[in-house]
């Protein structure tokens, strides 16, 4: 999840985190809270990206990032404090980490951007629309992070850009 600064020259967000499912705040449980310094720019310009991977032990993961400073904030929350040794903790963040490569940053998926980025040089009007176009939903669908829509994105598109490589070897 993306958020932004809301004030001019703000240097500071507070991120609390909840569980729960309702919608409103209060009617969840609070977890706690990470204070994380931003440089100050104005309104909207300072992004924070924000990770969360939870495991069937227990363990919340938050990983927090501002990435025009490269500044990673990370709070680890237990579901039941003290249930798990110093040792199990390691090896569940160790296997949390595996989960946490953006789709964006995945070798087949920069593939196809470099695929379409290379296409849209070449072409020209209409087909050069269109590349654009799917060039832009695709960055869309790696920010929503559902693999199964990626996949299936890419499962469609492949055949056509196949087709248009070799419409230009002819």
Known sequence: ???????????QVNF??????????V???????LLVNVPPKPVG??????????DINGILDVDITVP????????????NPGALTEEEI????AKLAQLKIHPRDEQINQALIARMDHLYQL??????????????KFSYLL?????????DFRSKIEPILDNLERDRLL
């Open 68 to 79: 025009l400073t490269g500044a990673k904030n990370r709070l680890v929350i237990e579901q």
């Open 16 to 25: 609390k985190i909840y569980q729960g499912e309702s919608r409103r705040v």
């Open 45 to 54: 310009e300072v992004k924070i990206e924000v990770r969360f991977t939870y």
């Open 90 to 93: 390691k090896l569940s963040l």
């Open 123 to 136: 072409s020209l009007s209409e087909t050069r629309i269109w590349i654009s176009d799917c060039s832009r």
């Open 1 to 11: 999840n993306n958020f932004y600064t809301i004030y001019d020259q703000q240097t």
């Open 27 to 33: 009617d969840n449980i609070f977890l706690a809270e």
């Open 143 to 151: 920010e929503l992070q559902d693999p199964d829509l990626i996949a």
